[in-house]
């Protein structure tokens, strides 16, 4: 069985910066594409950021040039760098991969369980 596991969120004052790490476990052959995305309270799940297996990302415009993915492979991990952070960057931060199991053919999504990102003013 697949587990991503997030860490990193917490509070922090607007202008400042956090790291979210996310590791992977259990029997996996290979990653495809690995993103973050982010659900703010009453809001629908939004798309922040993705890095492909060979490494080309792609960010939301809200993120852009404050945000930073990257992926350790080995490690089985997937990071983003979180700076000059915003009040309205406050949501639960969900880290995503598309990957296969040992033993499968088909890739799949895998999702964590999130981490709580709180930016005050």
């Known amino acids: 069985q697949v587990q991503l596991v997030e860490s990193g969120g917490g509070l922090v004052q607007a202008g400042g910066s956090l790291r979210l790490s996310c590791a992977a476990s259990g029997s996996i052959n290979t990653f495809n594409t690995m993103g973050w995305y982010r659900q703010a309270p009453g809001q629908q799940r939004e798309f922040v950021a993705r890095i492909t297996s060979n490494r080309f990302t792609v960010y939301a415009d809200s993120v852009k040039g404050r945000f930073t993915i990257s992926r350790d492979n080995a490690k089985k991990m997937v990071y983003l760098q979180m700076n000059s952070l915003k009040p309205e960057d406050t949501a639960v931060y969900y880290c995503?991969?598309?990957?296969?199991?040992?033993?499968?053919?088909?890739?799949?999504?895998?999702w964590g369980k999130g981490t709580l990102v709180t930016v005050s003013s």
């Open positions: 995503n991969a598309n990957l296969r199991q040992v033993g499968f053919l088909r890739y799949m999504d895998s």
